[in-house]
C-alpha cells in the first residue's frame, strides 16, 4: 500500500491539527515509538513557500511537536529532517534520539529507517503507537483552542 496516496490510513495517525499544520505518527509498520511528521496543510514543498502566518508559526510548532516527542518518549534528543522527495508536499520528520541507543543515532536513523523497509528489524507494535498517538492527543488539547484532536 502507498501510504503516502491513502488519506484514510494517515488520517488514522492523526494526533493533531491547526490551521496550517497537521502533526501525526509516522503510519504503521513505522522504525520507532515517536517517530511522529508535521505536515504542512497547504500543499508547499519546502520552507521557502511558507506564507507569513506559516513562517510565523513555525518555530512554535516545532518546539511544541519536539517537546512532545520528548514527554511521549523520555528520549534524549529529537531530530528533525525533511527531505520532499517520496512525497512533494512538505513534511518534517521528528525522531526520537536515545543516547543508549546507537541505531538513532545520526545518519544510522536512515539504516535503521531501511532495514523497516526490507522487514529486517522488528519494530514497535501497533499497540504501543495507538497508546503513543491517545497519549499525544491528549497533550496536544492542552496546547492551545486552535489545535483539535481526532
Known amino acids: 500500500m502507498d501510504l503516502h496516496k491513502n488519506t484514510a490510513h494517515q488520517n488514522h495517525?492523526?494526533?493533531?491539527?491547526?490551521?496550517?499544520?497537521?502533526?501525526?505518527?509516522?503510519?504503521?509498520?513505522?522504525?520507532?515509538?515517536?517517530?511522529?511528521?508535521?505536515?504542512?496543510?497547504?500543499?508547499?514543498?519546502?520552507?521557502?513557500?511558507?506564507?507569513?502566518?506559516?513562517?510565523?508559526?513555525?518555530?512554535?510548532?516545532?518546539?511544541?511537536?519536539?517537546?512532545?516527542?520528548?514527554?511521549?518518549?523520555?528520549?534524549?534528543?529529537?531530530y528533525t529532517i525533511s527531505f520532499g522527495e517520496a512525497v512533494r508536499h512538505l513534511h518534517l520528520h521528528l525522531i526520537p534520539r536515545f543516547a543508549n541507543d546507537s541505531s538513532t543515532e545520526s545518519w544510522l536513523i536512515a539504516d535503521k529507517y531501511r532495514l523497516m523497509q526490507q522487514k529486517k528489524i522488528s519494530v514497535p507494535s501497533e499497540i504501543r503507537i495507538k497508546k503513543l498517538i491517545k497519549d499525544g492527543r491528549t497533550e496536544v488539547q492542552k496546547w492551545s483552542k486552535d489545535w483539535q484532536v481526532y
Open 13 to 78: 495517525w492523526i494526533i493533531g491539527s491547526n490551521s496550517y499544520w497537521i502533526l501525526r505518527h509516522h503510519p504503521y509498520p513505522s522504525p520507532l515509538a515517536g517517530w511522529l511528521l508535521l505536515d504542512s496543510r497547504r500543499h508547499i514543498s519546502g520552507f521557502d513557500q511558507f506564507d507569513h502566518r506559516e513562517s510565523n508559526s513555525w518555530g512554535y510548532t516545532i518546539k511544541k511537536a519536539s517537546k512532545l516527542v520528548k514527554n511521549l518518549t523520555g528520549c534524549d534528543r529529537v
